[in-house]
Antibody, heavy 122, light 107 residues
Framework: EVQLVESGGGLVQPGGSLRLSCAASGFTFSRYGMSWVRQAPGKGLEWVSTISGSSNTTYYADSVKGRFTISRDNSKNTLYLQMNSLRVEDTAVYYC???????????????WGQGTLVTVSS | DIQMTQSPASVSASVGDRVTITCRASQYISSWLAWYQQKPGKAPKLLISAASSLQSGVPSRFSGSGSGTDFTLTISSLQPEDFATYYCQQANSFPFTFGGGTKVEIK
């Protein structure tokens, strides 16, 4: 069974940093693109970033470009999101999501992790 | 960026009703469209990929159609477990974008 488990969320002040992790199991991690998608409280879904299986290619939403960095460690089956210069508007539940199949770069997400809440507030 | 417009924003329906949700892309996306179901406090779940491909384990009362810019998700006979929020997502180009969501509520 494919499992994705996020961790690393919490309360941080504006301007601060946080690193999210997503531990993957149940599939050959290195063969799939992975993404982060966020959801602000009571709002819809917003794609944040995507990384290829080999880490060669990354994509970012304009809203996080230059502040967030996606990475992965295929030896540890773990996806990361380094978030710097955090803003109040970055407050959201952050989900990691596996690409539904091995095709890259265009794809949909299946499955998703349970999410981790990031709150940016003073 | 490709804008995804979902309608309606909410729909009130009864068990057994047929429910149709539409999603319109601001530009051509071929069949690069997915549909997700999200229940309160839970992660989204993929229902349909490539506009009309039903995911394994998803009940056959769910179906998707369309291509180009106009897409539809249909629930043929609404069941109690289907009350949730539904999102479309375009996977044609970056940045990937989602529709605003359609909340299916109990009438």
């Amino acid at each position: 069974e494919v499992q994705l488990v996020e961790s690393g969320g919490g309360l941080v002040q504006p301007g601060g940093s946080l690193r999210l992790s997503c531990a993957a199991s149940g599939f050959t991690f290195s063969r799939y693109g992975m993404s982060w998608v966020r959801q602000a409280p009571g709002k819809g879904l917003e794609w944040v970033s995507t990384i290829s299986g080999s880490s060669n290619t990354t994509y970012y939403a304009d809203s996080v470009k230059g502040r967030f960095t996606i990475s992965r460690d295929n030896s540890k089956n773990t996806l990361y999101l380094q978030m710097n210069s955090l803003r109040v508007e970055d407050t959201a539940v952050y989900y990691c999501a596996k690409y539904s199949n091995g095709y890259f770069p265009y794809n949909c997400f299946d499955p998703w992790g349970q999410g981790t809440l990031v709150t940016v507030s003073s | 960026d490709i804008q995804m417009t979902q309608s309606p924003a909410s729909v009130s329906a009864s068990v057994g009703d047929r429910v149709t949700i539409t999603c319109r892309a601001s530009q051509y996306i071929s069949s690069w469209l997915a549909w997700y179901q999200q229940k309160p406090g839970k992660a989204p779940k993929l229902l349909i990929s490539a506009a009309s491909s039903l995911q394994s384990g998803v009940p056959s009362r769910f179906s998707g159609s369309g291509s180009g810019t106009d897409f539809t998700l249909t629930i043929s006979s609404l069941q109690p477990e289907d009350f949730a929020t539904y999102y479309c997502q375009q996977a044609n180009s970056f940045p990937f974008t989602f529709g605003g969501g359609t909340k299916v509520e109990i009438k």
